[in-house]
């Protein structure tokens, strides 16, 4: 087994159809700058590599970061804290993806059955509702239209706080782009969390995907 990096796990992603945040790859602190004046407003950078999968734990992944002085000292910060066991690391400079609803989603691996789909609640939410539906793979657009009813909280889909109702449609559709991604390639897991929607549009904000082979 394998884990591709944040990285690659959003580009594979995103080649089938899933919404991924605007991110650059940084090999160095005058690199990062460089990305998030390109990418523009404040940032979120990441320490990032095939062996990171737990970044938060260590506190590797800093948000909103403003101006080249913040992204370049806490670049450097994050490059020294890598470790040998870490191999070969980057950095990963994100934009900013703001809303507030935040949604998990994925593909899991069960013993009995097989690869099955999954959408859940995420954040705060996800540990005080622990609200969750799978689908069995592979899976259809009209099974993945199934598990956003399935998902039970109607009110959090609806408009909220100012921001419009969740568009169910492309929902859906990244549903479905998780389901096709797990087809091929090797896949054998896919866990995007958060998965966060901005002005009604899913937007995949953290993915981790497991292949293989490494």
Do not use: W, Y
């Not at 899933?18 to 990062?32: H, T």
């Not at 859940?120 to 939410?125: N, Q, R």
């Not at 899976?139 to 169910?168: H, K």
Request: hydrophobic share 50%; net charge negative; with cysteine.
């Amino acid at each position: 087994m394998g884990v591709l990096s944040e990285f690659e796990s959003k580009r594979l992603l995103a080649s089938h159809g899933v919404v991924v945040s605007r991110d650059k790859l940084a090999q160095s602190a005058d690199e990062a700058v460089a990305a998030a004046q390109e990418i523009g407003g404040p940032v979120a950078l990441k320490l990032c590599g095939p062996s990171l999968a737990h970044k938060s734990e260590r506190g590797l992944v800093r948000l909103g970061l403003d101006g080249p002085d913040a992204v370049r000292f806490t670049a450097e910060d994050l490059l020294a804290a890598a470790t040998e066991d870490d191999g070969e690391v980057a950095l990963l400079v994100s934009e900013m993806v703001v809303g507030h609803r935040e949604l998990i989603a994925g593909v899991v691996l069960t013993e009995q059955f097989g690869a099955a789909l999954m959408l859940g609640l995420g954040g705060v939410l996800a540990e005080a509702i622990g609200e969750a539906v799978f689908r069995l793979l592979p899976a259809s657009q009209a099974d993945c239209q199934d598990m956003i009813d399935d998902l039970g909280i109607p009110e959090l889909l609806g408009p909220l706080r100012g921001e419009p109702a969740v568009d169910r449609d492309a929902l859906a559709q990244t549903l479905l782009g998780l389901a096709e991604a797990a087809g091929g390639d090797g896949v054998q897991a896919i866990d995007v969390n958060p998965l966060i929607i901005r002005d009604g549009q899913p937007v995949a904000v953290d993915a981790l995907v497991v292949v293989s082979s490494p």
